[in-house]
T-cell receptor, first 114, second 113 residues
Framework: GAVVSQHPSWVICKSGTSVKIECRSL??????MFWYRQFPKQSLMLMAT?????????EQGVEKDKFLINHASLTLSTLTVTSAHPEDSSFYIC??????????FGQGTRLTVV | GENVEQHPSTLSVQEGDSAVIKCTYS??????FPWYKQELGKRPQLIID?????GEKKDQRIAVTLNKTAKHFSLHITETQPEDSAVYFC????????????FGSGTQLTVLP
């Protein structure tokens, strides 16, 4: 149980375009989802926390208009990187939790902006 | 907010030797401390965790110790094997579980055969 799936696993896009990453909880209802970003050879940094049906809470320094998070259902959250630039190239990982219980990581999405 | 520092950044050991990775945290409200193993391009995998009401926890070759007073916790791997080679991250949370984690900077562990 507790399977979290991200799609796509990797994506290459042109500078200036937008990219959507999906995070799905496959066997439980995720009331809360967390989005992390990991630059090469660096640590994971929490970007935002989203609760189903509410606006996401962003960490300091994360642009909410650039990283749009939607958590419209209990099994799906999306992260849209708008007007992507090469410096947005990173590994994006979500984690999902039901209620106040443990959170489980997705497999991550490698974004490369060219 | 919480700040987690991790040392060393790289660690090489001979197969069969022990490896120790140390982390310190800044916020005394943190109450959950997991350790993750991450292979290149993959999701972090939880290998062991400890909560603030416990001082030590062991699972086969892996153990974690926590000193709340000093605000530091350590990962101990005994009888290391080449497959233990990976990047290890410590993390801290105030939620009592793996929610809203603050990660350390990571340790690249290499086990030499």
């Amino acid at each position: 149980g507790a399977v979290v799936s991200q799609h796509p696993s990797w994506v290459i896009c042109k500078s200036g375009t937008s990219v959507k990453i999906e995070c799905r909880s496959l066997d439980f209802q995720a009331t809360t989802m967390f989005w992390y970003r990991q630059f090469p050879k660096q640590s994971l940094m929490l970007m935002a926390t989203s609760n189903e049906g509410s606006k996401a809470t962003y960490e300091q320094g994360v642009e909410k208009d650039k990283f749009l998070i939607n958590h419209a259902s209990l099994t799906l959250s999306t992260l849209t990187v708008t007007s992507a630039h090469p410096e947005d190239s990173s590994f994006y990982i979500c984690s999902a939790a039901a209620g106040n219980t443990e959170a489980f990581f997705g497999q991550g999405t490698r974004l490369t902006v060219v | 907010g919480e700040n987690v520092e991790q040392h060393p950044s790289t660690l090489s050991v001979q197969e069969g030797d022990s490896a120790v990775i140390k982390c310190t945290y800044s916020d005394s409200a943190s109450n959950y401390f997991p350790w993750y193993k991450q292979e290149l391009g993959k999701r972090p995998q939880l290998i062991i965790d400890i909560r603030s009401n416990v001082g030590e926890k062991k699972d086969q070759r892996i153990a974690v110790t926590l000193n709340k007073t000093a605000k530091h916790f350590s990962l101990h791997i005994t009888e290391t094997q080449p497959e233990d080679s990976a990047v290890y991250f410590c993390a801290a949370s105030m939620s009592g579980s793996a929610r809203q984690l603050t990660f350390g900077s990571g340790t690249q562990l290499t086990v030499l055969p």
